[in-house]
Every structure is written in C-alpha cells, then in structure tokens.
C-alpha cells in the first residue's frame, strides 16, 4: 500500500529533486561563506544568494531585491516586523482566523502596551470588509493578515483592505504563509508594506528558510530584533543602515537558500498557474466527495467553504460521533494516509469557525497529490465513519 501525504498546509513534500540535489551540491562542493571568504568560491554562493533575492522579489512583486530578508521561517518574520515596528500605546488590527504567529507576538507586546482588535470573519473564514472603519482607533498604525487560514483554506481580501490601509495611512503586514509559490500576492498592487514568507510549504523549498520583504522606506521605522556580526562594515560596533545587512545577522542558512533557489526556479518553470489548478481541481473532487458522504447519513462536518472560490487546497472536517484523533490515527495506520488533527496553532481561527476547542481533521492537498489519492481517502474516511464507534479504542 502506497502512502498518501496530505499534510502539505504543514509542510509540502516531496521536494522537487532539484531541491535537494542543490542543497547536496553546496554541502559536498562548495561549503563557502557569504559576505566573508573573498575567494571565487565564496563569490559563487553570493551570486546564488542574490539570485534567489530577485526571484522572491518577482515573485512576490517587491520593489528593491535589497529589501528581501532571510529568516528561519515566517514565525520568525513576523516577529520581527512586530516587535520592531509597534511601540507601547499603538494598536493594530488583525482578522479573526490569525495564526498564533501572529497572535502570540501580539499578545507579548500587549503586555508592553500594545493594543489589537480582532476584525470579524464570519462561519467560513472570510473576512467582514464592512467592520474595518468601525475598528479604527486614533492611535492605530498597523493591519496584520493573513492571506489564507490554515485551518480551513479561506482567502481574505488582502487587496480590498491594502486599499483601506492606503486611505487611511496605516502600515499593512501580511503573513504569506500559506500562499506562497501557489496564489499570487503583489506587493505594489495590493499596498502591502510587510510581506512574511516560508520556504518550506508552497514555495517548495526546505524547511529553516524564510523571510520577509519591505517596502522602501518602512526599515526606517523598524528596530532590529537581532543584531550581531554581518560581514559588512565590520570597523563598526553598530549594526549596518542598509538592507539586507541590518536584518540578516549571523550565519545564513546557505544549504537552504540555495535549497530554496533551486525551488524558486523549478516553480517559475513548472508556472504557478498550473500548480494552482491542480492543486484546486483536488480540492473540488474531495470537497464534492465529502458531500456525497454527508448524502450518504454518514456523520461528518466540513468546515468552512464548500466549494473552490477564494480559498486553498486545505480542507478541515469533524468527526461528529467519534473522537478526531482517533480517525486520524486509523487513516495513517490501516490506510497510510497522513493528516493532520488538533487546533493547527490557530484557537482564534478555531473560535470563530466554531470548532474551538475540539479542532478539526485537516486534509492539505500538493502539486504530487492526484485523483486517485483523493478517491483512496474518501473510500478510507467512508469505511471509518461506517465502523461501529469504539471497534478500534
């Protein structure tokens, strides 16, 4: 019985092979420094660094590839930009299905002073455009979102609020988490000021890569989170002025950007257009699936939006007569199906789907994923739900 990985909201897998073959090439063959070894070799992996800067710039529509920052991964961004931008008596808004990546830095700041208003989101996920001017406050400077819940695919309208942000002078961050390398977000179109990314999840790259990209002007307005040798004006004891030095700190993690460049250019070739596709066309067969199920009086819930406008290729359900991690447990064991069950580090997103505390079976579908994977699971997840409750405590 072959496995079937449908976790990929956690982390994409497989890797294209390019991945892994760049990551073993720099390991085995070159191992260089940046910023440092003033030899050809060293000279390489600078020219590979850059590379992969313009890549992200294009693709996330960046204005200047100096202002692309790399990071361990987009928790770490968004603590950066948090923490370095908001100031005690500021407040920021934020929707109701954030991620605790962006929740559990607000609420360290909120206890330095800071202030956050949670915008509504309705029973699907999305966002109440109307109840924005109603959250503003005097002192708010800031709107941070996410582009797609984790937890039930949901895309909220990041270029109907970039254009309320513009109009009101307020700073927009974006936490790209789950779009990226899959759903396009244009910085300049959509006036985003902050854009956070993960490497290891659409954009195929490997875990421990990530970052953020900024607007021209906004690293004047951000204090550094960490600080430490650059390889860059090294007379000094203070940390550069410039971009990308200020924010990049330390030791890069070099096998994983270059892993992460080899992704950029598997993706640009492959078009996201066409991954994008795929991955929705598997959507729509599992959600059309599910409801045949629910036809067929077998107890399960979905959560969130039925069908494939506005939203990704991750697909929560309930169990409603049996225990959540248990189905989950029996879909690896008998049908090695991996899922993912439990809060998926999101209780506001839970809260206001209603599904707090008990969480939900979540199904993320990839670009490796295919029809027949799809049929496998709802056959799966039919005999499961048809076995008598308690068979398998």
């Given at each position: 019985?072959?496995?079937?990985?449908?976790?990929?909201?956690?982390?994409?897998f497989?890797?294209?092979?390019?991945?892994?073959?760049?990551?073993?090439?720099y390991?085995c063959?070159?191992?260089?420094?940046?910023?440092?070894?003033?030899?050809?070799?060293?000279?390489?992996?600078?020219?590979?660094?850059?590379?992969?800067?313009?890549?992200?710039?294009?693709?996330?529509?960046?204005?200047?590839l100096?202002?692309?920052?790399?990071?361990?991964n987009?928790?770490?961004?968004?603590?950066?930009?948090l923490?370095?931008?908001?100031?005690?008596?500021?407040?920021?808004?934020?929707?109701?299905?954030?991620?605790?990546?962006?929740?559990?830095p607000?609420?360290?700041?909120?206890?330095?002073?800071?202030?956050?208003?949670?915008?509504?989101?309705?029973?699907?996920?999305?966002?109440d455009?109307?109840?924005?001017?109603?959250?503003?406050?005097?002192n708010?400077?800031?709107?941070?979102?996410?582009?797609a819940?984790?937890?039930?695919g949901?895309?909220?309208?990041?270029?109907?609020v970039?254009?309320f942000?513009?109009?009101?002078?307020?700073?927009?961050?974006?936490?790209?988490?789950?779009t990226?390398?899959?759903f396009?977000?244009h910085?300049?179109?959509?006036?985003?000021?902050?854009?956070?990314?993960?490497?290891?999840?659409?954009?195929l790259?490997p875990?421990?890569?990530?970052?953020?990209?900024?607007?021209?002007g906004?690293?004047?307005?951000?204090?550094?989170?960490?600080s430490?040798?650059t390889?860059?004006?090294?007379?000094?004891?203070?940390?550069?002025?410039?971009?990308?030095?200020?924010?990049?700190p330390?030791?890069?993690?070099?096998?994983?950007?270059?892993?992460?460049?080899?992704?950029?250019?598997?993706?640009?070739?492959?078009?996201?257009?066409?991954?994008?596709?795929?991955?929705?066309?598997?959507?729509?067969?599992?959600?059309?699936?599910?409801?045949?199920?629910?036809?067929?009086?077998?107890?399960l819930?979905?959560?969130?939006?039925l069908d494939?406008?506005?939203?990704?290729?991750?697909?929560?359900?309930?169990?409603?007569?049996?225990?959540?991690?248990?189905?989950?447990?029996?879909?690896?064991?008998?049908?090695?199906?991996?899922?993912?069950?439990?809060?998926?580090?999101a209780?506001?997103?839970?809260?206001?789907?209603?599904?707090y505390?008990?969480?939900?079976?979540?199904?993320?579908?990839?670009?490796?994923?295919?029809?027949?994977?799809?049929?496998?699971?709802?056959?799966?997840?039919?005999?499961?739900?048809?076995?008598?409750?308690?068979?398998?405590?």
């Amino acid at each position: 019985m072959d496995a079937i990985y449908l976790d990929n909201a956690c982390t994409s897998f497989p890797k294209p092979d390019v991945v892994a073959q760049a990551m073993y090439t720099y390991l085995c063959q070159v191992g260089s420094n940046v910023n440092r070894g003033c030899y050809q070799r060293a000279y390489g992996v600078e020219e590979r660094v850059y590379e992969t800067r313009q890549l992200l710039c294009e693709l996330f529509g960046g204005d200047d590839l100096r202002n692309v920052v790399f990071t361990k991964n987009v928790t770490e961004s968004l603590n950066v930009l948090l923490k370095g931008f908001l100031k005690p008596r500021d407040h920021v808004l934020v929707s109701s299905m954030e991620h605790n990546a962006v929740m559990r830095p607000l609420v360290q700041l909120e206890k330095q002073g800071v202030a956050f208003t949670r915008i509504p989101c309705d029973g699907t996920g999305a966002l109440d455009l109307s109840a924005l001017p109603g959250c503003l406050r005097p002192n708010t400077r800031a709107v941070v979102m996410t582009h797609a819940s984790n937890v039930c695919g949901t895309m909220l309208p990041l270029a109907a609020v970039g254009e309320f942000c513009a109009a009101h002078g307020l700073r927009f961050f974006v936490d790209g988490a789950q779009t990226g390398g899959v759903f396009p977000s244009h910085m300049g179109e959509m006036h985003i000021d902050a854009l956070a990314f993960t490497g290891h999840k659409g954009l195929l790259g490997p875990q421990g890569t990530g970052g953020f990209l900024l607007r021209s002007g906004l690293e004047e307005e951000l204090e550094p989170l960490l600080s430490g040798g650059t390889g860059s004006v090294s007379h000094l004891e203070e940390l550069p002025d410039f971009l990308p030095d200020r924010f990049e700190p330390g030791t890069p993690n070099l096998p994983g950007i270059l892993g992460l460049h080899a992704a950029l250019l598997w993706l640009k070739e492959t078009g996201m257009e066409s991954i994008r596709a795929h991955e929705l066309a598997l959507t729509r067969r599992f959600l059309d699936g599910l409801r045949a199920l629910q036809a067929a009086g077998l107890p399960l819930g979905i959560v969130g939006r039925l069908d494939t406008e506005n939203r990704t290729g991750a697909v929560s359900v309930q169990t409603l007569d049996r225990d959540m991690a248990e189905v989950a447990a029996r879909l690896d064991e008998a049908y090695g199906i991996m899922v993912r069950v439990g809060l998926h580090c999101a209780p506001s997103a839970h809260k206001t789907l209603g599904t707090y505390p008990a969480g939900t079976i979540r199904f993320s579908f990839g670009w490796h994923n295919t029809q027949a994977e799809i049929d496998r699971t709802l056959e799966a997840l039919a005999h499961i739900l048809k076995e008598r409750p308690g068979l398998w405590t």
